[in-house]
């Protein structure tokens, strides 16, 4: 799955960025603890190291706000307690966990939790999860589910609708670095629907969160073909088992690419691009393309010059001398001072 590009013209939604990466040892973390200080009083239990090396982007959507932090994990226990000492009456889903390998995989396997905060009320929670997607949630968004979402515990069971909304908070991680302004009403709008049906809510808000499903799905799909493209058992049968959805569903969700032979055959190509163009990468053209499913190489030059508009060879020889093929850009961001309190008080309808 790529990335959405934002559409010439529109305005990015750049982040606000935190980081304690230039702020002495000593001092970092009561920076970031007064940064985060409207959400919760937080306070280190035992520290065992100085510093408390932190990153933070966080988006304004408007009536939620979205954040991304990557903190110190075992070492660096923290103790989140909050006394109502502010007007903050937000709901925030926290999902938490050990690192991954990136942006695009943020938490390692299986060490994902759910929780829920309802900062109207009094909490006390310890953690060292160096991994965090959160989202702040205007309490006036959800006027007609607002019991059901109170009744949400702290520590979220593990059920198949709360792995879809865990799903979805890395689906949105994964592509807030390509939205723009102009996506905030359908972007809000997806998430409300998914947690309103999450909720318990009735069966029109079940229907308008299927958008937002979808993309989880198609998340889930992604995860699991990238770990199998070297396998000769990927087929669509084989998603449907490992994903849990029936054939039909699966052709759905791909139907706007082709389907989802045609994805698994883009990214099997994309994954030889990879190998072709690394100066360190061994093996004959051949043998990488029998690696990725293609034990014909006339028809892997053929469906390689398709995808990219040269032939395998010229992607190598392109490697060999240098040349960059896809660069990459920083994400433009604001670093900054603004603290996270005043960006919360100002969620509204």
């Known amino acids: 799955m790529t990335r959405l590009a934002v559409p010439a013209g529109a305005e990015r939604l750049a982040p606000l960025r935190f980081s304690t990466e230039n702020i002495p040892g000593r001092d970092q973390f009561e920076a970031w603890r007064c940064f985060v200080g409207a ?23 408007g009536s939620m706000a979205f954040v991304r932090a990557t903190l110190p994990g075992p070492g660096f226990r923290r103790r989140y ?19 991954g390998t990136g942006a695009e995989e943020p938490f390692a396997p299986g060490s994902r939790h759910l929780r829920m905060r309802h900062l109207g ?47 979805y908070l890395v689906a949105l991680s994964r592509h807030m670095g390509g939205l723009s302004r ?20 009735d069966g029109d808000a079940r229907e308008a969160a299927g958008g937002a499903i979808d993309l989880t799905l198609r998340e889930r799909v992604r995860a699991h073909v990238a770990g199998q493209l070297m396998s000769p058992g990927l087929t ?10 029936s054939r039909s569903r699966l052709y759905r969700l791909f139907e706007d690419i082709g389907g989802v032979a045609a994805y698994i055959r883009s990214q099997r190509l994309r994954a030889a691009m990879g190998r072709l163009r690394d100066p360190l990468a061994r ?24 995808e990219f508009g ?23 961001g604001l670093d900054g001072a603004a603290d996270l309190g005043g960006l919360l008080r100002a969620l509204r309808l």
């Open 283 to 306: 093996g004959a053209v051949s043998v990488i393309a029998a690696d990725y499913g293609f034990p014909d190489p006339s028809s892997f030059a053929r469906a390689f010059r398709r």
């Open 121 to 167: 009320r009094s909490f006390d929670q310890d953690s060292d999860d160096s991994s965090m997607l959160l989202v702040y949630i205007c309490r006036d968004l959800f006027t007609r589910e607002a019991g059901a979402l109170d009744a949400i515990p702290g520590h979220v069971p593990d059920t198949a609708f709360s792995g879809i909304v865990s799903d």
């Open 39 to 61: 959400t919760a009083e937080v306070t280190q239990v035992r520290p065992e190291r100085v510093g408390f090396p932190t990153r933070m982007d966080v988006w304004d959507l």
């Open 81 to 99: 307690r909050n006394l109502r000492r502010d007007p903050l009456d937000h709901w925030c889903l926290l999902l938490t966990g050990c690192p």
């Open 310 to 332: 040269m032939s395998p060879s010229d992607a190598r020889e392109a490697a060999l001398a240098g040349q960059v093929l896809e660069p990459r850009t920083p994400t433009p």
């Open 182 to 201: 102009d996506d905030l009403p359908g972007l809000v709008g997806s998430t409300r629907a998914l947690l309103a049906a999450w909720a318990g809510a």
């Open 236 to 245: 669509p049968e084989s998603i449907c088992r490992a994903v849990g959805v």
